[in-house]
């Protein structure tokens, strides 16, 4: 079964025990990478370490989430190999794996709620990358990322 990464800061402790709760549910296996408290965090530490958790391949998705989603996409997206989307609609989530093969869904626990959450986490683990032409296009991705 694939195994999902998922952290969060502080604003997002609530959010990510749903979302947790919603995966266990639906079979697949998680891996927390924290923020377990409620006390004032730093989203880049968390945002880095799903991001090194799928890169380093124990994990075969991310989720992260901080208030926005904003912050913490910024910092996964700092990691080569990873492509993170923020998005708070299910087309957005489901397109970001077929045509841009994301490997990173974030969303912001302050901007969306439960329910909603667990729609886009479904629609985008439902989808399949499409490759063909957009393999070509994340390749580009990909030669951006080695020119540093
Ligand atoms: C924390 O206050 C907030 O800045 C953080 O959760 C996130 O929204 C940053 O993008």
Request: glycine share 10%; aromatic share 6%.
């Amino acid at each position: 079964m694939m195994r999902i990464a998922i952290g969060n800061d502080h604003t997002a402790v609530d959010m990510r025990e749903a979302v947790s709760a919603h995966l266990k549910e639906r079979g697949f296996e998680v891996v927390e990478v924290g923020s377990f408290s409620r006390e004032s965090s730093n989203y880049p530490e968390f945002g880095e370490k799903v991001a090194r958790t799928v890169v380093s391949g124990e994990a075969d998705l991310g989720i992260a989430i901080c208030g926005t989603g904003v912050g913490i996409s910024i910092a996964c997206n700092k990691v080569k190999g990873i492509r993170a989307v923020c998005c708070s609609e299910p087309y957005s989530a489901r397109m970001s794996r077929q045509h841009n093969n994301s490997n990173v869904l974030c969303f912001g626990a302050r901007v969306i709620g439960v329910e909603l959450a667990k729609m886009i986490v479904d629609e985008w683990l439902d989808a399949q990358f499409l490759g063909g032409r957009h393999q070509t296009r994340i390749d580009m991705i990909a030669e951006i990322e080695n020119k540093g």
